[in-house]
């Protein structure tokens, strides 16, 4: 017999899957619950709402990003090893077939999410740029990076390309991605 917990975390792995592969409005709890051999009204015990389901999912990305960076923001490191773990963390995203990153794919339908989804999805952006221009400002002052311009313009341009290269990745696959990566090194001096 499964557990109650598995069952939760079986619906959010696979609501993850959904979303990062049709967006937000691509799915149905049908989609959900057929594929797991349960009735509808079992996801809805754990998510009353697509709104609950897709607020756990940023909860869910909320607090993997927190677990890999509360070293990084406590006490400042090394740069090149967060930046390394980012790149890591995108290319094993993409090779287990995770080629939309999660916050670009609220962002396709950004407009047609509940307020308290769209909300949490921008804290999310906002940690991870927060997270990402303390790297590179820190990354600078050690020497350890070199780029131009600022890190808050470095930061939305590594983003918007690590999130382009997913996408792209679903048409050129892993080379082209790997590619992209290495041209951020690049521009980064590392």
């Not at 015990?45 to 677990?67: C, E, N, Q, W």
């Not at 696959?173 to 690049?186: D, L, P, T």
Request: net charge positive; hydrophobic share 40%; charged share 25%.
């Amino acid at each position: 017999m499964k557990h109650l917990g598995d069952t939760k975390t079986e619906i959010l792995d696979r609501a993850a899957e959904l979303l990062q592969t049709r967006g937000y409005n691509g799915f149905s709890y049908r989609d959900i619950s057929s594929p797991m051999g349960v009735k509808n009204a079992a996801i809805h015990y754990h998510y009353p709402s697509k709104g609950d389901l897709a607020m756990a999912l940023v909860d869910r990305y909320t607090d993997i990003l927190r677990g890999a960076t509360r070293e990084f923001m406590a006490h400042g490191g090394s740069a090149k090893k967060q930046l390394d773990n980012l790149f890591r963390f995108t290319l094993s995203e993409c090779q287990r077939g995770r080629l939309v990153c999660p916050i670009g794919a609220f962002s396709v339908d950004f407009e047609n999410l509940p307020q308290t989804v769209k909300a949490a999805a921008s804290r999310f952006h906002e940690a991870t740029m927060k997270w990402l221009i303390q790297v590179l400002e820190v990354g600078r002052e050690q020497e350890e990076l070199q780029f131009e311009g600022t890190p808050e313009g470095r930061a939305l341009a590594l983003l918007s390309s690590l999130q382009g290269a997913r996408q792209i990745g679903r048409m050129m696959g892993m080379e082209a991605v790997s590619r992209i990566i290495k041209q951020e090194r690049q521009a980064l001096g590392v």
